[in-house]
């Protein structure tokens, strides 16, 4: 028997900051978080998230930012359940 297990990508979940600032062009609400989940699998069957990971796009400006250049402020947008 062969046991097929290993990781894969979950969706990116993308969030749309719309109260933040781009700390490099000023614009309000272009900032986009895209968030990317690995899931541990057997048989293709999602087990368990291993990591993720956010990186932020300005749509603007086009600057990408990493989890450790986050600002406050995008971290508490980040923080915020919305629907
Ligand atoms: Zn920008």
């Not at 293709?44 to 990971?53: E, G």
């Given at each position: ?6 990781t ?13 600032e ?5 614009q ?6 895209v ?6 699998h ?12 956010t990186t ?5 400006c086009k600057?990408?930012?990493y989890e ?6 995008m ?9």
């Open positions: 028997m062969i046991l097929f297990f290993g894969r990508p979950g969706k990116p979940e993308t969030k749309h900051l719309f109260n933040c781009c700390p490099y062009c000023k309000l609400g272009t900032l986009i978080a968030t990317e989940k690995n899931y541990f057997i048989f293709w069957i999602k087990l368990f998230k291993i990591s993720s990971a932020i796009e300005c749509s603007h600057r990408g930012y450790n250049e986050f600002t406050e402020e971290n508490l947008e980040l923080s915020k359940t919305t629907d």
